[in-house]
């Protein structure tokens, strides 16, 4: 397999877990008849980029599909932080009526309804149709598509380009890193600003914390690396 960011081949392990099914892939009476699913699940690390990446073998629509049950407003401290971080962004970078909010991964709308609240134009990108639908049913648009270059360049031209775009907990999930990073350089306003919420190694490392690769996580990154990613990225 070569690397997601740099594609160099790879050859060193950092962890083999064995094998598992896919996170928040829960199983209906009727799934418990068939055989479930599996999939490796060894981590890998690039020696030229240093990217921490699982192999790769279950594909993005399988992971984040139409019955995906991770919702992330069961949470009330991460509402919390969601609602502090709507309103330090506003502040900071004079968010109004005039702006546009877009986030990434808007899942069920935890953090958009605080957009919302404040009367600040936006909407959310979220491809797994439970969340989505309910953030609609909060009143939140949402474009039911995954998120990379082409769905940026589209949504620029449908709906104008972007004043903040919030990418929380997502870019750790995305197999085509390249594509999504660019997907972001297309849809920000020249003087835009995208924030980025994502597991950092050392804390992985540190805390030992290997539910974060079971719970689809696909990469792994070091501060340096999506700064470089970014900047390789346009
Ligand atoms: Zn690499």
Not at 43 to 51: A, G, S
Request: proline letters at 4%; aromatic letters at 10%; one cysteine or more.
């Amino acid at each position: 397999m070569k690397c997601r960011h740099c594609e160099t081949e790879l050859s060193l392990s950092l962890i083999d877990l064995g094998s598992a099914p896919p996170s928040n892939a829960y199983l209906s009476l009727a799934d418990l008849k068939a055989p479930e699913k599996w999939y490796p699940l060894r981590v890998l690390v690039c020696t030229n980029c240093w990217l921490v990446q699982t192999e790769d073998h279950a594909g993005r629509e399988e992971l984040f599909d139409a019955e995906y049950a991770y919702f992330s407003s069961v949470s009330t401290t991460w509402l919390e932080h969601a609602r502090t971080y709507v309103a330090q962004m506003v502040e900071r970078f004079n968010l109004s009526s005039d702006s546009t909010v877009v986030e990434v991964a808007a899942n069920d709308g935890y953090l958009l309804q605080y957009v919302l609240d404040r009367g600040i134009p936006c909407y959310g990108v979220e491809p797994t149709a439970s969340t989505a639908a309910a953030a609609k049913a909060k009143g939140i648009e949402v474009v039911e598509e995954f998120f990379g270059e082409a769905l940026a360049s589209r949504l620029v031209e449908e709906k104008g380009a972007a004043d903040l775009i919030a990418a929380n907990n997502v870019l750790a999930h995305v197999p085509d890193i390249n594509d999504f990073v660019c997907g972001f350089t297309r849809l920000l306003k020249p003087h835009g600003v995208a924030t980025f919420e994502f597991p950092h190694l050392l804390n992985l490392i540190e805390q030992i914390s290997l539910i974060q690769f079971i719970m689809s996580i696909i990469l792994i990154f070091l501060s340096r690396l999506l700064v470089v990613c970014l900047l390789k990225m346009g």
